[in-house]
C-alpha cells in the first residue's frame, strides 16, 4: 500500500495552498428537511447536462411519456441519457434557452406536464454488493446519472475505470456560500449515502472510502457518522476538513485528504484516485437499490429575494422561473435582479428565467442587484497569488489576459485555472479577474482547436492530392497498356482471336449472301424459305382436315380464312355476350379465330395484372399462344419507340411468305377496323390479294391506315412497300397498332379458354419469331 | 613555408568535411516553408493566387509578399513576419475578410442535382455524394475556402457561419445584455 494511502486511513490531512474564507451564509438557511416541488406545466429537458456528448433522442413529437421515462438513450457511458420528469405529453424537441452562462440555445425535450405523475415501472433493484459490476455500471448508466458536485462528468465512465482505484473520495465539503445542497442531502439521507457510496466502492474496488465534510457542518457530520456506525465497514471513514474554499474543489480535496497534489493536465484517477460528489453517491443509491432515473435533485433557494431559504426536490427540467414562483419570489422582470445558479462564487447569473433546472445546478441564488463598480486598475498589490490554490500568478494573467497575449497566459497556466473566484474575491480593485480568464481560456481554446483543424485539413488536402495523383498515374497505366494491346494486335496479323472471328463471321456471311443488279449484298435464305414453304402446304393440308366440319370456311386461302377472322372478330366485339355465352363456333370455325380471342383474353388479363390463369396455366406458357402473343405484341411496341421501319427490316426475310404473319396483320388490321366500323374495306380489298397474303395484307393494312386520322399515316404507307418483301415489318406494325388499340379499348370480354390450347401452329410461328427478334435485339443492344 | 603548408591541409581537411556534411546531413525540402506553412490556416482557398497553402508557403519562403492570406488575416501575418524576422506588412487588398467568424459551406438539399462538381473542387473532400444523388457537407471538415460555390450549377452552396454553442462559446459575458442602471445619487 502506497504512503499517502497509509496516511490517509490513518487521518492525517493536509493544506493546500491559498485559499479563502468568504461569509458562507448557510446559518439561515433550512437544511433539516428537503422540500418538495412540483414539476412546472411545461418541462424543459435539455439532452446534454454533462460533460460528453449527448445521447440519441428516443422519443417524438406528439408521443406520451411517463415520469422517469427516457427521453434519449446512448450505448456509450460518455453520453448518459435525460429522463421525463413528469408524465405528460412531448410537444417540441427544439432548442431552448439553456442553464449556462451563455445562455444560448441547446437542443432540449419538451414535455408538457399533464399533472397525473404516472410513473414508469422501477426497475428491479439490483443487490447492493451485486457480484456483476457491469450490471451496476450499465444501471448507473442508463439512469443517466452524471457528476452532481458541479462538472457533470458521466459516472459510468468515472467508476468504469480500467486503472485501479485506491482510494474513493466522497465529496461533501461544499464550500460555496449558500449552498447547501449536499448539507441537506447528508442530513436527512444519510443511510442511503453510505450505501451509495459502498455500492460506488464496491464497483471501483478502491480499498478505502473517505466522505470529506466541511466542518461548518456539524448536523450532517452527525447523521452521516451514525450512518457509517450503522454500516461499520472499517474502509468507509469520515473525514471532517476544515472550512475554507475552495476545499470543495476535486483536486484541493485530493490535496486535504492525501497530500497529493495532481499535476496540471491529470485526472485525479491517474493517481488512483475517484471522487465523487455526495448527491451522486445518493443517485447512485437511488438508481441501483430503487431503479430510479435521475430526475430530480436537491436545489437550494436562497437570496435576498427569498422568504425562507430552503432546499427542496426539484424535478430537472423545471424552469427557474417556476421555482421562484412556487416559493413566492418576486418574478425577475419586476427586480432589477437576476438569479444566479449555483453559489456566489463560481456560479452564473442567468440569462433567461424559461432555462431549466438541470443536473448539475446545485443552487439558484436571488439577490438584490448589487451595483459594480467600476474595475480599477491593478496596484500590483499580490492578494491574488496568495489566495490562489493552484500557485498562479493572477497578476501576470490579468495583463496577459488584457492584451490579449495568449501564448504567455499560457506560458502562465491560465489553462489550470479552475476559477474558483478567489482572487477575484480578494482583488483591493474589483477586477472581475475569473471573467478575463474566462475569455482568455475560450480564445485559447479556439485557438487549438483552430490549430487542430488546420492540422487536419493539411492531413486531409495532402491524402486527396496523393489520391488524385495516383488516379491519374493508373489511368496513364491503363492508356499505355492499351496502347500496348492495340499496337500487339496490329503487329501480330494472325495471333488476333478477336480479328479472325470477325473474318470468320464475314466469311460465312459472304458464302451465305447473294449479290443484288445494284451491287448491294443480301444473305441467301432460299433454302429457308424451301422449309417454310413445305411446312406451309403441310399446314394448310391440316387446316383443310379440321375445316371441313365448318360450314362456311371450306375455302383454303388463307386471304379468305383472314376476312373470316375480320369477320368473326366483328362479330365477337359486338355480341359479346353472344360469343360469351356460347363461343363453341369460333372454336369449330377456325383455330386462328381461337386464338386471336384467346389473345384478346390473355391481353385483358395483362394489363390487369392477373397473375391467377388457372385453366390457361396448364399448358405452360411456353406453348400458350396467347401469353406468347402478348409478349409478341410488347415486344413490338417496344420496337416502335425507336426505329420502326428498320429494325424489322432486318429480320424481314427469315418471315417472307410466312401465312401466319399475314394472318397476324389481318386479325390486327380487322381489330383496327371493328374499333372504327369499317370491315366491309377490308372484305373488298381482300380478293384483290388473293394470290399473294402477305401482299394482301399489306395493301389493307395500308388502307386502314389511311383511314385512321392520325399523323402515322405517311410512314405506315411508305413501309407498305416494303412490306411487299418483308412481312415482318408489317407484323411488327400490326403488332404495335393492335398494342395501342389494347391501351385504349378495353371492351373485349374474356372468353372462355376453352380454345385456348388449342395449338395454331401460325402462332407457334409468331412466338418464335417474336422471341428471335428480341434475342436478335438484345444481342444489337450488347 | 610550413605555414602555407599547414593552413593548406587544414583547409583541405575542412572543405572535405563540409563537404561531406552537405551531402550526408542534406535536409529534405525547405525547412522554411514548412514552418510558414505551419503558420497557415490550411484552408486551401487559393485565394493568395497558389493552389494551396504548401505552394504559398513554399512561395513565401522564395521571396512572395506575405500579406495574401486572407483566412490568416493580420494574426497570420505577423507570425509570419516574426517567423521571417521582418516587420508586418498590410494585409493585402486581395485578401481583406468581409466578415468575422468561421463559415462554412451548407448545401440546399433542394437545389442540389447531383452533379459532383462541388466534390470535384473541394481540396480536403469534405463534400459527400455521388452522381446524381444529393451532396452534403461534412461540417466539421469545411474549411469554408469557398471553391465550391462556383462551380455549382445551380447555386445551391452557400456559406453559413459556424453556430455557437456552449462548448465553442467566447465568454464575453459582455454581448449578452447587461442592464445598465444609473446610479442613484446622494
Same mark, same amino acid.
Given at each position: 500500500m502506497n504512503n499517502w494511502l497509509e496516511n490517509a486511513k490513518v487521518g492525517i490531512l493536509h493544506r493546500f495552498r491559498g485559499g479563502v474564507h468568504p461569509q458562507t451564509h448557510k446559518s439561515n438557511i433550512d437544511t433539516s428537511q428537503v422540500y418538495q416541488l412540483t414539476c412546472s406545466d411545461e418541462c424543459v429537458v435539455a439532452l446534454q447536462q454533462h460533460i460528453g456528448s449527448p445521447a440519441k433522442v428516443i422519443v417524438a413529437i406528439g408521443d406520451t411519456v411517463l415520469k422517469g421515462q427516457a427521453l434519449s438513450q446512448s450505448l456509450l457511458f460518455q453520453s448518459p441519457p435525460v429522463h421525463s420528469p413528469c408524465s405528460g405529453v412531448i410537444t417540441a424537441i427544439e432548442k431552448r434557452p439553456s442553464t449556462h452562462a451563455s445562455g444560448l440555445d441547446v437542443m432540449s425535450v419538451v414535455i408538457t406536464n399533464d399533472h397525473q405523475y404516472n410513473s414508469v415501472q422501477a426497475q428491479p433493484a439490483l443487490s447492493i454488493l451485486d457480484e456483476n459490476v457491469e450490471t451496476i455500471i450499465q444501471r448507473i448508466h442508463d439512469c443517466g446519472i452524471s457528476g452532481m458536485g458541479g462538472a457533470g462528468f458521466p459516472t459510468a465512465i468515472k467508476i468504469n475505470q480500467s486503472k485501479d482505484i485506491d482510494l474513493l473520495l466522497i465529496n461533501g465539503a461544499e464550500c460555496e456560500p449558500y449552498i447547501t445542497a449536499d448539507s441537506s442531502l447528508m442530513q436527512n439521507y444519510a443511510n442511503d449515502i453510505v450505501s451509495g457510496v459502498q455500492i460506488i466502492k464496491h464497483c471501483s474496488t478502491a480499498s478505502l472510502a473517505l466522505i470529506a465534510i466541511e466542518d461548518d457542518k456539524p448536523k450532517a457530520i452527525a447523521a452521516i457518522r451514525s450512518a457509517l456506525d450503522a454500516v461499520k465497514d472499517p474502509n468507509i471513514e469520515l473525514r471532517v476538513v476544515p472550512t475554507k474554499y475552495p476545499s470543495g474543489g476535486e483536486k484541493q480535496l485530493i490535496q486535504i485528504v492525501s497530500g497529493i497534489e495532481i499535476s496540471a493536465g491529470m485526472p485525479p484517477i491517474a493517481q488512483g484516485i475517484l471522487v465523487q460528489n455526495v448527491g451522486t453517491a445518493y443517485s447512485v443509491f437511488q438508481a441501483v437499490v430503487h431503479g430510479k432515473p435521475l430526475i430530480e435533485r436537491v436545489v437550494t433557494l436562497a437570496g435576498d429575494y427569498v422568504e425562507q431559504a430552503r432546499n427542496f426536490w426539484v424535478p430537472i427540467g423545471t424552469s427557474i422561473e417556476s421555482l421562484l414562483q412556487q416559493n413566492g419570489c418576486p418574478s425577475p422582470s419586476q427586480t432589477l435582479s437576476r438569479p444566479i445558479v449555483g453559489g456566489a462564487m463560481m456560479g452564473f447569473m442567468l440569462n433567461d428565467c424559461q432555462a431549466p433546472v438541470t443536473k448539475t445546478s446545485n443552487c439558484i441564488l436571488y439577490n438584490e442587484a448589487k451595483v459594480i463598480k467600476p474595475a480599477q486598475a491593478c496596484i500590483r498589490c499580490g492578494e491574488c497569488a496568495q489566495v490562489c490554490p493552484i500557485g498562479l500568478l493572477p497578476q501576470q494573467l490579468h495583463w496577459y489576459s488584457q492584451s490579449k497575449d495568449l501564448e504567455k497566459a499560457k506560458q502562465y497556466q491560465v489553462m489550470d485555472c479552475i476559477e474558483c473566484g478567489a482572487c477575484a474575491f480578494v482583488c483591493p480593485s474589483e477586477i472581475p479577474l475569473v471573467q478575463e480568464y474566462r475569455e482568455t481560456k475560450a480564445a485559447i481554446r479556439l485557438q487549438v482547436q483552430a490549430k487542430l483543424d488546420a492540422e487536419r485539413a493539411k492531413m486531409r488536402h495532402e491524402n486527396r492530392q496523393q489520391r488524385l495523383e495516383q488516379e491519374k498515374e493508373a489511368r496513364k497505366k491503363q492508356h499505355q497498356l492499351a496502347a500496348k494491346r492495340r499496337q500487339e494486335a496490329a503487329d501480330s496479323s494472325d495471333g488476333d482471336a478477336v480479328a479472325a472471328a470477325l473474318a470468320r463471321v464475314k466469311s460465312q456471311q459472304q458464302a451465305k449472301a447473294k449479290t443484288l443488279d445494284n451491287g448491294e449484298l443480301v444473305p441467301d435464305n432460299q433454302a429457308a424459305i424451301e422449309a417454310r414453304k413445305a411446312k406451309k402446304a403441310e399446314r394448310l393440308a391440316a387446316k383443310n382436315t379440321q375445316q371441313t366440319s365448318g360450314d362456311s370456311q371450306a375455302d383454303l386461302d388463307p386471304v379468305a380464312g383472314a376476312i373470316a377472322r375480320a369477320k368473326a372478330k366483328k362479330q365477337q366485339a359486338n355480341i359479346e355476350s353472344h360469343v360469351a355465352k356460347d363461343p363453341r363456333p369460333s372454336k369449330s370455325q377456325n383455330p386462328a379465330v381461337a386464338a386471336a380471342i384467346a389473345r384478346a383474353k390473355a391481353k385483358k388479363q395483362q394489363g390487369n395484372e392477373e397473375v391467377q390463369e388457372p385453366e390457361t396455366s396448364a399448358p405452360s406458357t411456353k406453348q400458350n399462344p396467347a401469353v406468347a402473343a402478348a409478349i409478341a405484341r410488347a415486344k413490338a411496341k417496344k420496337q416502335q419507340g425507336n426505329e420502326e421501319v428498320q429494325d424489322p427490316e432486318t429480320s424481314a426475310p427469315s418471315t417472307k411468305q410466312n401465312p401466319a404473319v399475314a394472318a397476324a396483320i389481318a386479325r390486327a388490321k380487322a381489330k383496327k377496323q371493328q374499333a372504327s366500323a369499317e370491315v366491309q374495306e377490308t372484305e373488298a380489298s381482300a380478293p384483290t390479294t388473293k394470290q399473294n397474303p402477305a401482299i394482301a395484307a399489306a395493301i389493307a393494312r395500308a388502307k386502314a391506315k389511311k383511314q385512321q386520322a392520325s399523323a402515322e399515316v405517311q410512314e405506315t404507307e411508305a413501309s407498305a412497300p416494303s412490306t411487299k418483301q418483308n412481312p415482318a415489318v408489317a407484323a411488327a406494325i400490326a403488332r404495335a397498332k393492335a398494342k395501342k388499340q389494347q391501351t385504349s379499348s378495353d371492351d373485349q370480354k374474356p372468353q372462355p379458354s376453352k380454345p385456348k390450347p388449342i395449338q395454331n401452329p401460325a402462332v407457334a410461328a409468331a412466338i418464335a419469331r417474336a422471341k428471335a427478334k428480341k434475342q436478335e435485339k438484345e444481342a444489337q443492344n450488347d | 613555408m610550413s605555414a602555407l603548408f599547414a593552413l593548406t591541409a587544414l583547409a583541405l581537411i575542412f572543405g572535405a568535411i563540409l563537404g561531406y556534411a552537405a551531402i550526408r546531413f542534406r535536409v529534405e525540402g525547405n525547412p522554411l516553408a514548412d514552418e510558414i506553412e505551419a503558420i497557415l490556416p490550411q484552408t486551401q482557398c487559393a485565394q493568395c493566387g497558389h493552389p494551396g497553402c504548401k505552394p504559398y508557403a513554399k512561395a513565401i519562403a522564395n521571396g512572395e509578399a506575405f500579406n495574401k492570406c486572407a483566412p490568416g488575416g493580420e494574426e497570420t501575418i505577423i507570425e509570419i513576419a516574426n517567423l521571417l524576422g521582418v516587420e508586418p506588412i498590410a494585409l493585402a487588398e486581395s485578401a481583406?475578410? %468581409? %466578415?468575422?467568424g468561421k463559415m462554412v459551406a451548407f448545401i440546399v438539399e433542394d437545389a442540389c442535382i447531383g452533379c459532383t462538381k462541388c466534390i470535384q473542387a473541394c481540396p480536403v473532400d469534405a463534400i459527400l455524394g455521388s452522381n446524381k444523388k444529393m451532396h452534403t457537407v461534412i461540417a466539421k471538415e469545411c474549411t469554408g475556402c469557398e471553391l465550391c460555390v462556383a462551380p455549382c450549377p445551380t447555386d445551391c452552396i452557400e456559406m453559413r457561419p459556424v453556430a455557437t454553442t456552449p462548448s465553442n462559446w467566447d465568454w464575453k459575458l459582455q454581448q449578452i445584455d447587461v442592464r445598465i442602471v444609473e446610479e442613484d445619487q446622494p
Open positions: - | 481583406h475578410k %468581409e %466578415e468575422d
